[in-house]
T-cell receptor
Framework: GAVVSQHPSWVICKSGTSVKIECRSL??????MFWYRQFPKQSLMLMAT?????????EQGVEKDKFLINHASLTLSTLTVTSAHPEDSSFYIC???????????FGPGTRLLVL | AQKVTQAQTEISVVEKEDVTLDCVYE???????LFWYKQPPSGELVFLIR????DEQNEISGRYSWNFQKSTSSFNFTITASQVVDSAVYFC?????????????WGAGTKLIIKP
């Protein structure tokens, strides 16, 4: 149980395009979903927290208009990187937790390369 | 302030050796949760264990064991008879219930290299 999928696993795009990443909880209802960014050889950096049906709460320094998060259902959250630039290239990871649960379960991550 | 410290940046051992990964945390709450996650080269974070602050019993799962000591604010992770497949980055993390979302406060991670 507690499986989280993430799609796509790899994406290469040209500068200026928008990229959408999907995060799905497959066998539980994800009351809360988290989006992280990880730079090489570093720990995870929380970008935003989203609760189903509510607007996402972004961490300080994360541009809301740049990283659009939608948590429209209890099993799906999406992260859209708008007008991507090379500096947005990174490893993006989502996680999800069920209501009342303390544990976050993670998706396999998406590697984004912006040329 | 909450903080998780993993002082060991990288550890390298030969296969079959035992290895301990250290984790020290800081929190002002009496109720909190501690976690260990494994991140293999593929990148996916694998949940290993959750421990709540009221349960100081050590836990063993196969070759993995965890030593939780509130007196020293530590939650160390030991792998016995290490194997090459144990090579990964291991993260220790903390969350507190007063944050209703149970956001994780992460350590910097320890890269474990098991040499054949």
């Amino acid at each position: 149980g507690a499986v989280v999928s993430q799609h796509p696993s790899w994406v290469i795009c040209k500068s200026g395009t928008s990229v959408k990443i999907e995060c799905r909880s497959l066998d539980f209802q994800a009351t809360t979903m988290f989006w992280y960014r990880q730079f090489p050889k570093q720990s995870l950096m929380l970008m935003a927290t989203s609760n189903e049906g509510s607007k996402a709460t972004y961490e300080q320094g994360v541009e809301k208009d740049k990283f659009l998060i939608n948590h429209a259902s209890l099993t799906l959250s999406t992260l859209t990187v708008t007008s991507a630039h090379p500096e947005d290239s990174s490893f993006y990871i989502c996680s999800a937790r069920d209501r009342g649960a303390e544990t976050q379960y993670f998706g396999p991550g998406t590697r984004l390369l912006v040329l | 302030a909450q903080k998780v410290t993993q002082a060991q940046t990288e550890i390298s051992v030969v296969e079959k050796e035992d290895v301990t990964l250290d984790c020290v945390y800081e929190t002002r709450d009496t109720t909190y949760y501690l976690f260990w996650y494994k991140q293999p080269p593929s990148g996916e974070l694998v949940f290993l264990i959750r421990r709540n602050s009221f349960d100081e019993q050590n836990e063993i799962s196969g070759r993995y064991s965890w030593n939780f000591q509130k007196s020293t604010s530590s939650f160390n992770f030991t792998i016995t008879a290490s194997q090459v497949v144990d090579s990964a980055v291991y993260f220790c993390a903390l969350s507190e219930p007063r944050d209703s979302n149970y956001q994780l406060i992460w350590g910097a991670g320890t890269k474990l290299i098991i040499k054949p």
